[in-house]
T-cell receptor, first 115, second 111 residues
């Protein structure tokens, strides 16, 4: 069964360092998302991406965050200068269609710990 | 705007039933339900569409009342495997597929 894969599964970094989280969405999917979940809390929307550009982003997704799809398969989330409050589980998700109410397929997540 | 779920937590014995509610102050296009087990990714359960259509998944079913902007998830004859956190996710009129999730309802099923 096709799945969304994410790397790394866990990353520990120092405050102020840049972090790149990588995702390989399901191959025929068209819409890509990043969500984050602070331990024990809800799953928060960060950004949606379609047709090689951001289609929507939340207030959390400020200038420190960026996304790109560099090679047609990977979908990356970059945090330029990490803060302590960026510590969270980051989930990548993809869906076949966005205008239709498509099911979101989530990856297993990348746990980011900022020290 | 974030949908609101109730209750926040439920503890059941195996075989008992539970209802989890999800409501929104905004008009809804659809409602998704996901279950997340500890340390794992959310897993899709079902989508509810406008028109109050009910969808089922094993012994888990749900309804969507678009007038009231509410959805309810019904878990009947609960099994140990039902334990986890249940999130509803709502679409507005956005075409981006973005889901906004509620705060979650933690369900614990005990033997």
């Amino acid at each position: 069964e096709p799945e969304v894969t994410q790397t790394p599964s866990h990353q520990v970094t120092q405050m102020g360092q840049e972090v790149i989280l990588r995702c390989v969405p399901i191959s025929n999917h068209l819409y890509f998302y990043w969500y984050r979940q602070i331990l024990g809390q809800k799953v928060e929307f960060l950004v949606s991406f379609y047709n090689n550009e951001i289609s929507e982003k939340s207030e959390i997704f400020d200038d420190q965050f960026s996304v790109e799809r560099p090679d047609g398969s990977n979908f990356t989330l970059k945090i330029r200068s990490t803060k302590l409050e960026d510590s969270a589980m980051y989930f990548c998700a993809s869906s076949l269609a966005g205008g239709q109410p498509g099911e979101l397929f989530f990856g297993e997540g990348s746990r980011l710990t900022v020290l | 705007q974030q949908p609101v779920q109730s209750p926040q937590a439920v503890i059941l014995r195996e075989g008992e039933d539970a209802v989890i509610n999800c409501s929104s102050s905004k008009a809804l296009y659809s409602v998704h339900w996901y279950r997340q087990k500890h340390g794992e990714a959310p897993v899709f359960l079902m989508i509810l569409l406008k028109g109050g259509e009910q969808k089922g998944h094993e012994k888990i079913s749900a309804s969507f009342n678009e007038k009231k902007q509410q959805s309810s998830l019904y878990l009947t004859a609960s099994q140990l495997s039902y334990s986890g956190t249940y999130f509803c996710g709502t679409h507005g009129s956005s075409n981006t597929g973005k889901l906004i999730f509620g705060q979650g309802t933690t369900l614990q099923v005990k033997p």
